[in-house]
């Protein structure tokens, strides 16, 4: 059986259960994946298919949960069908928004709830940064994989780019910021700050809401990931001083110290909800207080 025929006959159960699909085939998860995307690309080329995808959709009213129906009644994937759809109502958004009364309507409401004399100190820069902002909002964040780079490679470059993300914003924060270039290393930077050297381990986040202080277990064609050298590992103080969890769509960093994470349970760990470290988020103050307490340790031992 070739590729093709396999999606073909196979598209309902891969965009259901996308593992248990492959369970009996000669096919691994990037073969499929990446025919899929290419197959897409393929078709999106026609202004007539984009059309006929947008019209369907609208039919069903914009619900999210009847994708898959176009996605399979298409031979589509239906991940690569909902980035398409959500970029081109942005894209829409884009155009018909106007930012100059957005911008108003926001700094018009900032003024109501802040005093007149504060509001006009700061309404200037207010304005400006309210206009970048607006505009990232509008665009649904930064530009991810315009290039359709293969999907494994991919993976690899956005975790890269969480780690230069965080790296470039620690020094625009003014600290001495160092990448470590090792990739079997634990942690992903090195922060000198006043002499103290602190490890941080660098994880991005996209559009979830939840963070892991567990390595993801190695998978892949041939890979037995229930072997336990396979399995990930817990993140601890052993590991690094500082998680730092970077959301790639527009750029904030969650600082969390490693004893925060270290008091959570096994289970607890693998799953962290961000509304939980909210006290961490772009609390950059954070790298003094870990710093401090490396000193002071180093006092109490010296």
């Known amino acids: 059986m070739t590729l093709e025929q396999f999606v073909r006959e196979n598209i309902v159960k891969i965009n259901d259960k996308f593992k248990d699909s492959l369970v009996h085939s000669d096919f691994n998860e990037i073969q499929v994946k990446e ?32 994708i898959v129906e176009i996605a399979n009644e298409e031979i589509l994937y239906k991940a690569d069908l909902e980035n398409f759809l959500e970029i081109s109502i942005f894209l829409e958004l884009w155009h018909l928004i106007d930012f100059e009364k957005l911008k108003q309507a926001n700094l018009d409401f900032i003024q109501n709830v802040l005093a007149k004399d504060k509001f006009k100190f700061i309404e200037n820069k207010l304005e400006k940064i309210l206009e970048k902002a607006l505009y990232l909002a509008s665009i649904d964040g930064f530009s991810t994989n315009l290039l359709h780079i293969n999907s494994g490679v991919m993976t690899a470059n956005a975790g890269d780019s969480a780690q230069f993300l965080f790296l470039a914003r620690a020094i625009l924060a003014g600290f001495n910021a160092s990448n470590v270039d090792v990739r079997s290393s634990r942690y992903d930077v090195i922060v000198d700050f006043e002499n103290t ?8 986040i996209s559009t979830g809401n939840i963070i892991s202080f567990k390595d993801r277990d190695r998978g892949g064609q041939g890979i037995d990931y229930t072997h336990e050298r396979n399995r990930g590992k817990r993140i601890t103080q052993k590991d690094c001083d500082i998680y730092v969890a970077v959301d790639k769509q527009v750029g904030f960093c969650y600082i969390i110290p490693m004893t925060y994470a270290d008091k959570l349970s096994d289970e607890e760990c693998k799953k962290v909800k961000l509304k939980d470290v909210q006290m961490y988020k772009e609390n950059w103050d954070i790298i003094k207080e870990v710093a401090k307490i490396k000193v002071d340790k180093k006092g109490i031992f010296a």
Do not use: H
Request: aromatic fraction near 12%; include cysteine.
């Open 197 to 204: 050297l602190l490890r941080i381990q660098v994880k991005g």
């Open 35 to 66: 025919y899929l995307k290419n197959c897409f690309i393929e078709k999106i080329n026609s202004k007539d298919f984009k059309n006929t995808l947008l019209e369907k959709f609208a039919n069903m009213e914009y619900k999210k949960s009847k």
